[in-house]
Each structure stands twice: as structure tokens, then as C-alpha cells.
């Protein structure tokens, strides 16, 4: 019987500070996920925090009362063995990348977000790389085994696998069940009868449908989030005012993000200001890990601290439990992952990644149908995915000229000279983890 | 609480021999479908039989002990006002428009099938008026009730209504419904285990993925299939030999129509024959009407007899009852339905009738997402698609060079003048069913 | 024959200070062009300006012995009657309202440019409504006639004049035709013999092929270019610096209007400084008419001065004039010309307006077939088409969320509440020229 | 200076009875085509009849008093070595295999026509091989060549080299240029004043524009054409009244092969009969051939017999000398030819060929943009290209189920175990000239 097989599960990045929260999700899903082995696997570098993590893992098991046994490596071939689901939450560079990537990001004025702009075309080029050598790995030592991708950018990471891996690969964000929990609060119902249909690409989502008792309640939702009756945005993305003539004549629900294409100069200033008073994201992050870390330490704490939550993460671990545990039981239950597009969304290539409302089978995710977008949004959607898929190649590639025009195609970064500059000084500043582009600085 | 409210549920034509099959399946689910009123509706020249087929219902229902009103009568608009689901399984002009239509086709040497060809051209004219009178009158009735149609061919009909109609329609056939089941019984596995998908057009359609355990079993089915063993094909279609070099090498279990496509001489020279002989499909029919009728009328009976099956509707009632349940309790089931393409199947317009495994909502039918299509058979799916619109266009219009070109463009029509006096006669023996075309005969 | 029936030419804005500039090309092609009656129309505002425009082009026509009969109106449908070639050149607002468009717009800090940005809106918010009237009276009064439209916004007017009007319209741009003539001198070789293909949007243009003697020069053009060897960059655009790997990596020449794209910071920052010291575009071209319209009153003076070419405008004439000549001729000259797409451009609506290099025969202009583009360029293409067609809209309609959204996709303006502002400004200030807008103002 | 340049031009299938049409050709325009080398090239069993066309050739060129050397060669390489022009006109497995063609089609009722159905399948698998092996020999030999493909199924194999080989290769017929004159002829006009564009595919296309003196004749075309009055057809194809209702909702000129689509029983009818009456195409062609053989032996004749116009190749001669003066001399004149589609007609893949007219320059051949197609239309030649596509890849690689797929889309073949068996004694009778399919043989 299926039920009595035990589960391997792998979480690559395992020292994070999000781990508790994952751990959580697990504990309270044992009875659909009956896993036997919980392995976090980390770096060196990171081996003190993830012992931290690892034995607060242990408590939380403990006082679960389940049969989990904890493995905590540095040997990533040995734990991804047999492995049955592999989640990929490791950051690459760590937090110092992060940071590099904002103030490099700002002084030449242009968005340093860690999904957008030149901060997210950085962080592509740390991170595909590993992703990649991580499927490579998979592919030989789990073939079968489903990767959930967590690690940012999110929607360029599962573009890049799924097209240069043959592991099955399911790209997750928190945004839209923050959408979906959001929408069934400002609603007053329970989220269970809500059926949500998002679609467009990481970070760039639209809440497409939102039915409800035999109707579409985008209208209400909308109207109450002009209202300023927000529930949807996560904690880490500041209250925010749309422009309510956009908004409304869209008939869309936007997640927080899309603030950045709408309202391109009000955030971006922002974004600026809190960077140069080091109130901005990546310095908020490191303070905030920092504290965690001395909270886990506590030999007396079993479970997830309350400010874990602030960090932005809340519901992700929800999000990836429930993701195995439809994979694992065939639930066929509606999720919003990124996957190959494959004729989801109209007018974007079959083998990009898009966000969409799927089906969550045990042997296929198969995405809902989107109804055909309205052009302008179409606009908006190809041009970035056509940034994510040359940042990708550039990635893959080491090509300067890629990268360029990419960093030219995205609508809110301006182009010229200074992203020459940029370009070459985030290259120089990174090169250990874009071996790809070492090329250029032997020139 | 939604549960307590009671259904209104009308069947027009419900004097068919079909109508048992329905009611045993609606009564099979009374605990999800509290249904308080069934109305069958039919003509004038169909009440004998519909007083028989009512009487039966309501013997079943007593033996059923579910307490359900059965009321039968020529009011449409009556039976329609405050309606919460209309089935529409009418047959314009009857069993003796079919065997013309077969007479015609024959006659021209022409496929005069039911749902293709000459004979599904006159069908579509004769029905597609009447169903849209049906729809108008929900407009002012019953605006929010659902139209489910099984009325051929199915559609076409499906098209007209979604275009040129507001009532929320889905269009059902029961050829997907017994691929799923044959496709559990040939792998030996529980049909609850199995997500099948399906694409193409009503009469049109493969099963793109057959989902079980964490595999495609397409292959596998595909291999029974050319084995010689078929659960697939409706008892209504006789035995057939698939080309294997073709099969295989598509990789898409075909439904059973498909033959008339890739197998066109055998099986049309099959058809011919059977005319001439009085044993093809429409003399059949008519021959087990009659035969079933007289079963109907033993007032003993209270169960569906099993002659029904014969007739190739096995598991309509299934499919009919399964998405009043899964509409009315948001069960969010997956479906093969007839609806609005809107981009699922890529390559086709928005706004054309596809049959796709689909979302079934309490608001909304949402297609799955269908991968794209080989070129060839998206080629074949495009062009019937076209001959389908265009006839339905004819039908709005009395154009007769749309009803041309429709003809010219059907794969397994040859054109030439025969079509033009084939065309002739069958508006002229219809006329009175085909108002639009009038103008043609009064030059 | 044909050749002798004679041409009546109308140019709307005749009192434009580029009409000698024109009058100058229809002289030297008079034996291709027999033109007998030339209508200058103006408004009663430009009167003084026009009469001074009218006795040089008498003064030029004397000179050159032909038999042209010089009429000077504000009566626009006297003058259209029965006309063969309607040239519109007019300025909505003349140029106070493009100084007052840069002055908004560099208040807000976004782009003010006569085609692009909020200048480029606003410039089309005024301009269509004009445009359509005269294509209305041109329906009525000439209906056979071609309005060749130089009016600028040039894509956005000939998208608004194809849409919305019956009557034959193609717009012209002196930039292609800049490239051309640039390109043959920097090949060294006879314009002749080189078949230039463009293609994009107005002032969104690449040369795609520079075909001569068997080959494609486009790259050894794109070496010149980035060499500093620029021959094909009108006057009016100050030098600049491409960014050598983007262009390379490309394979087109971009016309000059690109670096607005490829270096948007690099060009808006120079753009801003300009306007702050008054030596911006607006300023400049005010400047410039005033010292034009001294010398045109010299009453010897019976050619063009070389100052008019200083304008932007060089070339624009032999465009315009030979425009004329191929249509009247039927010449199947090829051409480069903006007019609806209809499948020239993949990816882009058929109904659209695009500048493609065409044929231009009596009866149609035709396009001929771009390779497909690749896709970022296509991107890019895509997204400033539907700010265009927005555009348009919002200008027929007054729908101050179109006018939002075309300026949020917009990729050189950023968006926020600094466009409401700019948005509001722009309407109350040009309310007279706007007057679909005019419910904005009495809320 | 270019024009004293001299060149060399080679002819595939030099000793074909067609040979003196295109010499006649040649020398009529010598002065725009300064050829100094005429080579016919033919295999061994050809060189008798060879040697009278040579003969006759070298007659006809004495009469011009023209200045060329006549080579007859079975050496393929040298003739090929250092060409301008190579003129491929050879048939693969001469007549008798167009013979055996038509016999195997007729045999199992579908259609053995040389570029359609059964027999256009042979041709393709036939000739495919044997043209790629030139193309790669110019690809050595005279790289940069131009190959002018008149060999039939011209259309698909002009799509294999312009898929499988680098040389620049044009595909021609006379079928267009046939209807261009008719045209004119039919209007009463001069032929140099129309500007007619046709679009499609090789004997499935159509005249969508006849452009004169500022409008547009398809129209009256038609009306003319219905009217009995075709001067369109070549002489090879019998007289046939079209459907008046089809052709006039359609609003294009078709070519007289669109029978066999808009008519398909009347003319395979005709076919078979003719057929079984050894009247048929194949069987008139070898009588014909027999007798020019015996009048080209007349050593007094030195021009081009009036009995080879019969031949149907009216005016092959002339579209392809202009073809060769118009690369030549960079004339850019519009002609109509077989091509990479690249976007030319929307719905089909860039990489195929399409029948499309299009400008001749020295460089490179520029299709006209074709205005979308009616969907009706469209849906009949994405059909066909399939069938030629599959075709091609069945002729490169064997594949029998490529070619049972491509028999089964054609929509004048039907499909069944015939096919099978049609196909097996096609290629068994066939296999000296189709080498990739000999796996099939020795099962």
C-alpha cells in the first residue's frame, strides 16, 4: 500500500532561518507525509546557524511526538540519495550577497530588489548555477524525485531548470496563497470554498479569478483593497496606495509586486530612501536573522518563534507541505507554482516558467487554462519574461551583450552608460559565484 | 445553508427513450442533487411516447422512494421559469430527419452521420435555431440556471449557444466518459485513481494523458488498444482495426470517431453498405426505439432496462449527473465538457466550442490546459473546427455559400456538384426546420 | 492619357515653414507630378505666417517656369474638393503647445518629446481629433484622394486616420529615408542601387537588410555607425554614442530615435538639462522659425535657404515627393512608409499602424514581409505599439485610464502619482485642442 | 562594370523536351543576361534524346548569332563547377516513373497527379534526394549560385533545400505567370501596368490582388473567369466550370489546380477515367514527348515548335529568364515564386516554402507581405503544407509513418488500408530511386 511508504525529504539550504517554519508545516501534516528523514544540507560557511536550526528541528520533532529522523550534512550527494522530495531554499552568497547586490544596485539608482532589476539579474547568475548542479546531482541520484524550488528568483531558477534538466521541478512563492488567504478574510468566507485562479510570472501575478457561491468576486475584492482593506500583501512589502483609476479599469487583482510596474517612481524612491538610511530590505533581513538566531538558540524553544513571520515568509511553509502532500497522496488539488508554460498563458513561448493556478497530480503538474489576457498586460508580461528568459541565458552563458539587453528590455530600470558600470562592478564583485562571466575580467 | 435548497430540473425532449438512463442517475445521486421538481418537456407529436417515458420515471422514482414531482408537458416556458438546470437532449424533426438525412447523404455518396458530414451540415441547421429559441427563453426565466446539452451534435451546438447566448452552457457526450472508464478497466485499476485528459473536438478527441501512479499510461493504452482490446468504444460504433504505424507513432489514444479520419474508405465504404442494406445507424436507432417503447410501457417496469445500453448513451447519465453534482456542490471535479475554447487549445479562436478536460466550479467551467498539439493533428482539429463554425454560421444565417464552403473544407466530404444538389434537396426536405434557408426556395 | 490629367494638391499647415522645403520637391519632379493648382490651407491664427509662406512658394514657382496656380485659404473644404493628394503638415495648437508639453512634462521629469512620453501623448490627444475631421471631409468632398499625413505624432495619426477613416492614408517620417540616402554614402556606393528594408514603428525603426550587389551590409553599416561614421541621424538629434554590444549583438541599425530605448538615462538627463537652460527641442525650433520666417520675407528670395535644413526636416520633401510620384505613376516603388500592418510585423495586430518598408503602387501600398524579429526587439516593439493604440483611444474616447495605462507601459516614462498630476495638468492646459477630455474638467 | 561580366548557366534535366523554351528565353533577353556557357547536364540514359536538344540548342543559338558555347555533359561536377545559374529541371526516374505513378494511384483510387495525392508523394520521395545532392555539390562547387527549381513537386522540394542546404534556391511555376497574362488579357489592359500578388502554396494558390489604374480587378477577373472566359489555365489542364457560389464568397482568383480542392469528385473522377482510357495526363505527356523528339531531330529546325507549348510549360521559359535578369541586374522586379515563407503568409512555420510574389533583387529574394487569409481558406493550406511538410521529412528519412500521416491529412486522398498497401507497392517499385526507405524492403 502506497500510504506505508516513508518519505526522504531533502532540504537544501537547511540552515536557514526559515526552516522552522517548514518543519512546522511538516509536523502538522504527518499524517498525509509520512516521512522518515528530514535532511538539511548546507555550506560550510553555514554550518554554525544550521546546527542552531538543526537542533531546534530535533525539539519541534521531539515534541511532535514523530518518527523523523534529522540528518544534518555538508555532503549534498549523500543526502540527496533515494531522496523522494528535494526543497531548495539555500541563498547563494548568503546574506552578504544580498546586501552587495542593494548598494551596488543603488548608487547607480536602479531597482536592487533581490527578484528585479539588476539585483535579481545578480542574483539569477549566483544561483543558477548551483541549481543546476544540484538537478545535475538529482538527476543521478533521485531521477524520481520532485525539486520544489524556493530559492529567489524563483520564476528565472525554475525557468533555467526546467529547461536544462530533466528533473520534475515545481517553483513556489508566497505571494499568491497570501493572495488566496487574503481574499477568503476580505471576504468573510472560508477559504476552502474559494477557487483562485492566478496566472502571470513570478512576482508579476494577477488573481485572475476569484469564485465564490457561483460567482467571481474580483469586483469586491478590488473595491475593498482600494479601500485599504489590504490582506493579501505579505508583512515584508510596506503598506502601499494604489492608483485606483488603474486598478479598476484593469478588473485584476494585483499582488504587492506589481506596485513596482504601476507606481514605478513612488516605490523606487522609496526603495532608494530606505537604502540610504539602511532601513532598506536586505539590511532589515540581516537584523532580523540576527535576532532569530539568538532566539533558536534557546534550548527551552519547540516551536516557531512569532517573528519568524515577519520576515515575509508566513504561509510559504503551507504552501510547500501542501505541495508534497498533493504529490504524494494524488489530490489533484488546485496550487500556484511555477511551471513550464507550455500554452498556459497565450503569446509567451511553450517552454518559458510561468505563475499559474495547476492541478497538482502525482505524476504531473497541469496548469489551469488562462483566459487570454488584456494586450497592454500581455505587453507587460512578454517583456518581462523575455528579461527573465535572456537574464537565464546569460546567465548560463557568461554573455555581457545578453545580459545588457536584458538589463535594457526591463521597464524599470533606465538604460545607459551606468549599467555598463554596473554590470562590469557586479560581475567583478561576485565572480566566485559566476564563473560563467570570468571570462570578462581576464580581459 | 445552500444544502436545503431544492432543485428545479427540466429535461426538453424529455420523451426520449434516453430519459430512464438520466433519471436513474439522478436518483442514484439524490443525496448530492436534492432535486423537488422534474419537468419533461416535449412537442405535441412526441406526447404518446413522453406519457409512456413520464410514467416510467415516476414508477422509479416511487421505487426509489425519493420525493421528487415529475411533471410532463408542451409549456416550455413554464417548465423553464426559475429552472436550476435544463437538459436539452431534443431531437429537431426526430428519428425521421435522421433517417432522411442518412437517405440524402447516401444517396449523394456523402457522410451522413449525425454529428458530421452532410448528414451532421442538416442536423446543425435544423437544431441550432431551436436550441437558441431554448436559451433566449432561460435569458428571461431562468438567467442564472445552467444549460447542460446533449443534444448532436453536441458541438456545434455547444458553439451557437456560447456565441450567441448569455445562459452559462456546457456541451456533454458520452464519448470521453466511457474512454476513462475503458481506459481503468484495460490498465485494472480504480478509475478514482486515473486523470485522464482529453482534447480536441466533440467527436474529435484524444486522451493526451492518461495519469496514474506517477506515470502516463498513454502507451500502455495504446498497446491494448491495438491488441484488440477495446472498453473504449461505445457499443453504438462497431469493432474497427486502428492503423498501428499511425497510432503509435501519434501517441494519443484516439477516440473511436477518429476513424472517420484515419481510416476514412473502410469505414465510410462500411456505412455505405449498411444503408443499402437498411442496417446503418439511423435505421437501427429507429428499430430500437421502437422495441424499447414497448418495454416502457410494461407497468411493471421501474428500472432502467438493459436494451438502453445498447443505444450507445452507456454512461451519459453518468457525465449529466456528475456535473449537476459537481456544479452544485463545487466539487471541483475534472470533466470532458464542451465549452469555450479561450485559449486552451492553442491555434483554434477564443470564442469556438472545444471538448477539454475541465474545472467544474459552482461559477465557472475552467479548462485544463492543453499542451500544444503536433502540427498534423492540430491541422485536422483546425480545419474541422472551421468546417463546424461555418456550418454553424449557415445555420444562424441560410447563407448557402458558408453551407459550401463548410462542405468543401470537411476532410471526409469530397466537393464538387454533388454537394450543390445534395445541399439543395436536404434544404428542401427540411425546410420547415431550416426557416433560414426559406429565401433559397422561393427563388 | 493619363499623364495629362492634371493634379490638384492641398497642404493642410500650409503656412507651415517647412512648405518651401516641399514646394522645392514637387518642382523638381513636375514632369512626373503635374500639378495645376496647389491649395495652402491655415488657420486664421497662422494667416500672417502663411501669406508670407504663399507669395515665396509664388516667388519659387515663377522661378522654375511652371504652370502652377498657388491658392491660400482657411476655407479647408473649398480647398479639399475634388482634391488628388491632401499633405497634412498642420501643428494642433502650433508650436506654444509643444513648448507648453515640454514644460509639463520636464516638470514631472518625464520624457516630452513630440512623439513620445507625455509630450508625444498629449501632442496625439490633440492632433487625431483634427486629423479625423479632415479624413471625414475628405470622405465627402475627395473621396479618391490620398492624404499622405506628416503630421506628428506620425504613427499614432496614421493609426487613429486608418482606423477611423475610409480614405487611403499613409504617414511619412524623413527618418528612414535619412538612413537610406546616410547609408549609401557611408557604403560609398549609389543609392540606387541599394534596397533598404525598415521596420518597427515610427521612431521605433531598424534597418533590417541593406542589400547591394548580392550582399547585406547591414553589419559593415552598424561598424561605420559605432565608429563614429553616422551619415544618417537628422540634424536635429545631437550626436551620441551607441553602446557598441548591445548594437553588434542586435545586427540592426537602429535608427536614432532608439538610444531613447538603449540609453534612456544617458539621453532623458541631457533632454532635462536642455530644457532647464532653454535650449531643449521646443525652444530650439521656435527659435529657428522665427529666423526662417525673417528670411522668407526677403522678397528676392526664391528658392529654399539652407537654414530650413537645420530643422530636422532635410528629405523630408524628396519623401513626400516621391510619395506622390509613385502613386501617380504606379511606379512600385519601394518605400518607407507607415501604414496598417496586416500581417507585415508578426506579433503585432493586423488593424495597426507600423513603418515598413513598401511598394507603392496607384492603388495600394504594400508592405513587404518582415523576418520575423527576434524576440526582445519584438518585445519592445509590442509594448510601445500598445502605448500607441492606448493612445489612440484614449484620444477618441477621453478615457483618462487608457490615458494611465498607455503611459504606465510606457517604458522611458516611470509611472506613479506624479503621471495623475502631469495627466491632470495636461488636459486643463490643453482643454481647447482636448475637447474629449472635457468631462475631466467639470467634475 | 558588372554587366561585362559573362556567365555560366547550367541546366539539371538538359536534355529535356523543355530545353528549347528556355533557350528561346535566353537568347531574347541576351542582352540582359550575357551568358557565355550554356551547360545541359543528363544521365546516361538520357543522352540520346539529350543530343538532340543539344543539337537543337546549339541551332537556335546560330540563328541569334549569339555568342554562347553549348557543353552536354553527364558529368554533373564539372558542369556545376563555378556556376552563375543552375537551372534544375531533371525528373527523377524519367517518364516511365510518372507513368508507374499514375498506375499505382489509379490502382487503388487516389489521386497520381505529379505534385498532389499518391503520385505527388513518389515524385517528392524521388526527387528530394537526387535535388539535395546537387545542392550540396553548388554548396562545393559554386556556393554562391543561385538554384532555379522547376522540378516538380516544385513546392515541397523547394522547401527541402531551403531546409537542408545553404544554396540561395528559388522554386518556380508557370501556373502564376499563366494567370498574370490571362489577367491582363481578360482586363483588356497591359500586362506591365497590373500589379498582381498571388499567395499560397505550388498549385494551391491564389491571385489575392490584380491591382490597375488605382483598383483593384479581382472581382471582374472572376465574373470573367465564371463567365467562360479563362485565359488563365495552361493548356495542360482540360476546361472546367467553377462553382460560382465558392469562388465569388471567396473574392480570390484561384489557380486552375484549386479544382481538385473546391471540386474534388468532379475532377478525380475525370482523372480516373481518363486513366482507365489511357488518356490521361502522364500517358498524353509520353505521346507528346515522342513526337517533339521527332521534330526537334529536323536538322533545318532552328526555333522553338509550336507544339510544345501544349506541353502546359507556356511561359516556364519566360518567368524563369526573368527570374535569372532580375537577380542579374538587381531589377527588383515583383515576380512570383516558391520561397521561405519567414512570415510571408501568418499560420504557417517560418522555415517552410510558400508560393509568394515577391521582389528579385542581386541579394536576396523579399516576399510581399500577404494580408491574412480568411480562416476557411488559411485552415486548407496549413493542411496542405502539413501533407508536403511530412512528406519531406518521410523523403529525408523513410519514415512510413511520416507517410502514412502526411496520405491521411490529404484532403483529396482518403485514408485506409489501401494506403497501406498503395504505399508498400510505391515504394517496392520505387526503391532504386528511394534509397532511405530500403529498411522497409528487407524486413
Same mark, same amino acid.
Given at each position: ?27 502538522? @501534516?504527518? &499524517?498525509? !507525509?509520512?516521512?522518515? %528523514? ?7 560557511? #553555514?554550518?554554525?546557524? $544550521? *546546527? ?23 555532503? @549534498?550527494? &549523500?543526502? !540527496?540519495?533515494?531522496? %523522494? ?7 547563494? #552568497?548568503?546574506?552578504? $550577497? *544580498? ?345
Amino acid at each position: 500500500m502506497k500510504q506505508t511508504k516513508k518519505l526522504k525529504v531533502v532540504v537544501i539550504g537547511g540552515g536557514s532561518s526559515y526552516t522552522p517554519e517548514l518543519v512546522e508545516g511538516l509536523l502538522a @501534516r504527518h &499524517q498525509d !507525509l509520512p516521512i522518515s %528523514d528530514l535532511w538539511l544540507v548546507d555550506i560550510d560557511e #553555514g554550518m554554525d546557524k $544550521a *546546527r542552531v536550526i538543526a537542533d531546534l528541528t530535533k525539539r519541534m520533532i521531539a515534541k511532535a511526538e514523530c518518527d523523523i529522523t534529522v540528518h544534518l550534512t555538508t555532503n @549534498r550527494q &549523500q543526502a !540527496l540519495a533515494e531522496a %523522494d522530495f528535494v526543497c531548495s531554499q539555500f541563498r547563494a #552568497g548568503r546574506i552578504e $550577497a *544580498r546586501l552587495r547586490d542593494e548598494r551596488i544596485a543603488h548608487k547607480y539608482r536602479v531597482i536592487g530588489q533581490e527578484t528585479n532589476g539588476l539585483g535579481g539579474f545578480s542574483n539569477a547568475c549566483r544561483t543558477i548555477p548551483i541549481a543546476l548542479e544540484i538537478a545535475k546531482e538529482m538527476e543521478a541520484l533521485c531521477p524520481n524525485a520532485w525539486l520544489l524550488n524556493f530559492t529567489n528568483p524563483s520564476g528565472m531558477v525554475t525557468e533555467a531548470l526546467t529547461k536544462y534538466s530533466t528533473i520534475k521541478t515545481v517553483g513556489l512563492c508566497n505571494v499568491p496563497v497570501n493572495m488566496e488567504r487574503g481574499a477568503a478574510e476580505m471576504l468573510g468566507v472560508d477559504r476552502k470554498d474559494i477557487t483562485m485562479q492566478i496566472a502571470g510570472l513570478n512576482h508579476l501575478v494577477w488573481a485572475r479569478k476569484i469564485l465564490h457561491d457561483g460567482k467571481d468576486k474580483c469586483e469586491q475584492v478590488i473595491n475593498k483593497l482600494l479601500a485599504g482593506n489590504d490582506r493579501m500583501t505579505p508583512k515584508n512589502i510596506p503598506p502601499f496606495k494604489w492608483d485606483e483609476g488603474i486598478i479598476k479599469s484593469l478588473g485584476m487583482v494585483p499582488c504587492a509586486y506589481l506596485r513596482y510596474y504601476y507606481q514605478s517612481r513612488d516605490i523606487l524612491d522609496k526603495e532608494y530612501a530606505a537604502s540610504a538610511s539602511k532601513s532598506n530590505r536586505a539590511d532589515l533581513v540581516a537584523k532580523v536573522e540576527a535576532e532569530l538566531l539568538e532566539i533558536y538558540k534557546d534550548p527551552t524553544l519547540d516551536t516557531k518563534p512569532k517573528l519568524l513571520e515577519e520576515r515575509g515568509g508566513a504561509y510559504y511553509s503551507e504552501a510547500a507541505c501542501e505541495l508534497m502532500s498533493s504529490i504524494h497522496n494524488n489530490k489533484r488539488s488546485i496550487m500556484h507554482v511555477n511551471t513550464r508554460n507550455n500554452g498556459a498563458i497565450q503569446g509567451l513561448p511553450d517552454d518559458c516558467a510561468v505563475e499559474v493556478s495547476s492541478i497538482i497530480t502525482s505524476s504531473e503538474i497541469i496548469p489551469l487554462n488562462v483566459a487570454p489576457f488584456e494586450t497592454g498586460t500581455l505587453r507587460l508580461i512578454q517583456l518581462m519574461k523575455e528579461f527573465e528568459t535572456l537574464t537565464v541565458e546569460a546567465a548560463m552563458t557568461g554573455d555581457i551583450n545578453l545580459a545588457k539587453r536584458a538589463l535594457m528590455l526591463n521597464p524599470i530600470v533606465d538604460s545607459g552608460q551606468h549599467i555598463d558600470q554596473a554590470l562590469k562592478e557586479t560581475v567583478r564583485e561576485n565572480i566566485d559565484f559566476m564563473p560563467a562571466f570570468a571570462h570578462l575580467l581576464s580581459k
